[in-house]
């Protein structure tokens, strides 16, 4: 299985930023998916998540912000980031969990993207 994130960089505050994250060895359109990010010396949180049937969830500081969005026609997820600021800035990671090729269920990561806010 593998995710795989695009779309990272550096942006000025109050500006937008779109994360695209392509999968493949999953079934994908089982699967739960969503965006997690990291700050420096801070845990990993939820952005926010989709579910196969579309319900979406997200994280209260970003609530308002950003929009998760889903195609299951090509097996990709994207996160629309706006009005971006300064503590937006952290690795961003997609995540995959439900039935793979190989599995039953598998909780999977991609490597991460780089979201930097400017003041």
């Known amino acids: 299985v593998q995710l795989v994130e695009s779309g990272g960089g550096l942006v000025q505050a109050g500006g937008s930023l779109r994360l695209s994250c392509a999968a493949s060895?999953?079934?994908?359109?089982?699967?739960?998916m969503g965006w997690y990010r990291q700050a420096p010396g801070k845990q990993r949180e939820l952005v926010a998540s989709?579910?196969?049937?579309?319900?979406?969830n997200y994280g209260d500081s970003v609530k308002g912000r950003f929009f998760i969005s889903r195609d299951n026609v090509n097996d990709a997820v994207y996160l629309q980031m706006n009005s971006l600021k300064p503590e937006d800035t952290a690795v961003y990671y997609c995540?995959?969990?439900?039935?793979?090729?190989?599995?039953?269920?598998?909780?999977?990561w991609g490597q991460g993207t780089q979201v930097t806010v400017s003041s």
């Open positions: 995540n995959g969990k439900g039935p793979t090729f190989v599995r039953d269920y598998e909780d999977y």
């Open positions: 060895g999953s079934i994908f359109s089982r699967n739960v």
């Open positions: 989709i579910t196969s049937g579309g319900i979406t």
